[in-house]
């Protein structure tokens, strides 16, 4: 892809710093799958983030990790900036892919448990790098923008599955979908945030236990039953 902008001559080129914040010219296309690349490239990305905070994940440390240099980086991501927008990207596309494989089902309590095995086995960076990027979200407005746009998508598209729920008779309906979500994000959100560092809270038969209470509070209140004539003998 050619690069419109003015190229700095080498010999006056200063080296980038830490930071990697400002732009850097990008080189030459890279040989290879271009996507296979810059997935490669966004793992990498991830690792260093949950590993060294947003602060110290400079795209040197990146292009370090990735085993490529530098200029490979900038290829793909023209600074810092670009390349945290992205990984956040990156991060809701793996949690919209889960919620699309639960749509047809309806399977709330399975895509639970595929939540909280994502960021416990699966991609334990992923949700370390989350935090990470929550606290940067704090003082970048732009990046806090991106983070609610893509929260919102993922909530509008849960409301709709519990509302498939919801007129199939198995997701209460006395409460909007819309908080339904609201409140089931909010839940996971705080078991995921607390998993890796109290795995023992949530282990095989207490997760169990959390996930079994969470169904009996969205699914549909059973009808109250009188006592049986025997049991109203025995009072």
């Known amino acids: 892809m050619p690069d419109s902008r003015p190229q700095t001559p080498m010999n006056n080129r200063s080296q980038p710093s830490d930071s990697e914040s400002e732009p850097v010219s990008r080189r030459g296309r890279p040989v290879g799958d271009h996507n296979a690349k810059r997935a490669e490239l966004l793992a990498a990305a991830i690792a260093v983030i949950a590993r060294e905070g947003y602060a110290g994940a400079s795209m040197r440390k990146v292009a370090q990790h990735a085993g490529c240099t530098t200029g490979a980086v900038t290829y793909y991501f023209a600074n810092k900036e670009e390349m945290i927008t992205a990984?956040?990207?990156?991060?809701?596309?793996?949690?919209?892919?889960?919620?699309e494989n639960n749509q047809e089902r309806i399977d709330i309590k399975t895509l639970i448990e595929q939540w909280l095995d994502w960021t416990n086995t699966d991609e334990p960076n992923a949700w370390l790098a989350w935090l990470q990027l929550l606290g940067y979200a704090r003082h970048e407005p732009a990046f806090a923008g991106v983070i609610k746009q893509r929260y919102a998508r993922f909530r509008q598209v849960f409301t709709s599955v519990l509302e498939r729920g919801q007129s199939q008779g198995i997701i209460r309906d006395d409460i909007p979908a819309e908080l339904l979500a609201d409140q089931l994000s909010a839940i996971s959100d705080g078991w995921m945030m607390m998993l890796p560092i109290e795995p023992e809270r949530f282990g095989s038969s207490r997760g169990q236990s959390l996930l079994d209470g969470l169904m009996t509070l969205i699914t549909p209140p059973q009808p109250h039953k009188p006592p049986s004539k025997r049991k109203a003998a025995a009072k």
């Open 87 to 99: 990984v956040a990207q990156s991060l809701f596309d793996q949690i919209d892919t889960l919620l």
